[in-house]
């Protein structure tokens, strides 16, 4: 069961009591999806390209996709997203957030129009912009080399360390293309020798509120 919460910056965020976490940091979900994934992630790509495939492991409460779709737009960048979800949410718990007044209603609508569809086929939510949910663990996700970007946004070490084994960083690391970005809130010695051994440079950049540091990282 997932049980709503509110967070320090004023945005709600879900408890999973299966899990026993939260999925954005209590310090601030809007402001830790902000400053990871759009700041650190999105928009480093954009400076360079304006078409972009990302890869986002933990699609959740659909947030970063959201924050990410709206730059996307406004700034007339071709979409193609893929959120990784292995136990999607119901439609009425992704409602039940209050995203959508962090976002112009044609994009909180294109989502949740499309929502249950992305999560059985790739869908067009406004022309250039496309979502699919795959309902698999990262595991089974199999592909080439064809992303720019990574949000991992898996659950943190301590709830789910499986999510966080050199093994299934590695297999991560293998969709990206060179080049590509890997951004995450996470910063553990482990996860920096883990990426460096698949060929990345890591840059250690500040974290949003309740984290000191966070990670990027280029693929050679």
Known sequence: MNI?????D???????????EHYHSKHGALQESKHVFIDAGLKHVAANQREISILEIG????????LTLEYAAANNIELKYIGLEAFPL???????????????????????NNYLNALKAPIALLPGQELTI????LDQFQGPAAYDLVYYDAFSVQHQPEMWSDEIIAHT?????PGGTFVTYAITGKLKRALKSNGFTIEKLPGAPGKREMLRGTKL
């Open 10 to 20: 004023g945005s709600n965020t879900l408890f999973n009591e299966t899990i026993g």
């Open 90 to 112: 119901e439609l009425e718990a992704l409602k039940s957030t209050g995203y959508q007044q962090y976002v112009p209603e044609n994009i909180w609508n294109s989502l949740e």
């Open 173 to 177: 690391c293998s969709f990206l293309k």
């Open 4 to 8: 709503i919460t509110l967070t320090a």
């Open 59 to 66: 699609f959740g409460t659909g947030l970063n996709f959201l």
């Open 134 to 137: 795959p309902h698999i663990t």
